[in-house]
């Protein structure tokens, strides 16, 4: 069963001004570092999960300590690099998918409470335009046209 009136408190505008401004410079700062990638590079790639970042550093610790086992053909350098941005960027992740996991489960939550209670404001005019309150009929007519192929009072008078 669904929960109900979760969302009570208005989120004030300065909050969201400061949040907006953060993130927009977050953003800002990192947009030098980040790669963007096309679906098709994303399914290409081999994906590292924590099993995997274990394989990676486990690796990485050996090939630190024995040098000479390296192939030559392998950047090191370059690997450290790439082992670095991993490491440093995973924890802003799970923030980010943190937050956007409340943020998502605010607005379907929020977004479902106003439907409901605009389904509620529908229909009680649904019922008032019947009993020929003044502008009850406008109102619903014009909301009903969210729920084609129901028919309003208005589509079955014609």
Do not use: C, W
């Not at 998502?104 to 977004?111: F, K, L, R």
Request: aromatic fraction near 8%.
């Amino acid at each position: 069963m669904p929960k109900t009136n979760l969302v009570r408190t208005p989120i004030p505008a300065s909050v969201l001004a400061e949040v907006k401004a953060a993130l927009s410079d977050a953003l800002a700062k990192l947009e030098p570092y980040l790669v963007h990638l096309t679906p098709d590079d994303r399914r290409s790639l081999a994906k590292v999960g924590e099993k995997g970042l274990s394989f990676v550093i486990k690796g990485g610790d050996y090939a630190a300590q024995f040098p000479a086992l390296r192939p030559v053909f392998m950047d090191y350098d370059d690997f450290l690099i790439d082992l670095g941005v991993v490491t440093n960027l995973r924890p802003l992740l799970q923030m980010v998918e943190s937050l956007q996991q409340g943020l998502d489960d605010t607005v379907t939550q929020a977004g479902s409470e106003a439907f409901t209670s605009m389904l509620t404001f529908y229909i009680h005019n649904r019922e008032a335009a019947k009993a020929h309150a003044p502008h009850a009929q406008v109102v619903y007519d014009d909301l009903s046209e969210r729920f084609p192929g129901r028919g309003s009072k208005k589509a079955a008078s014609q």
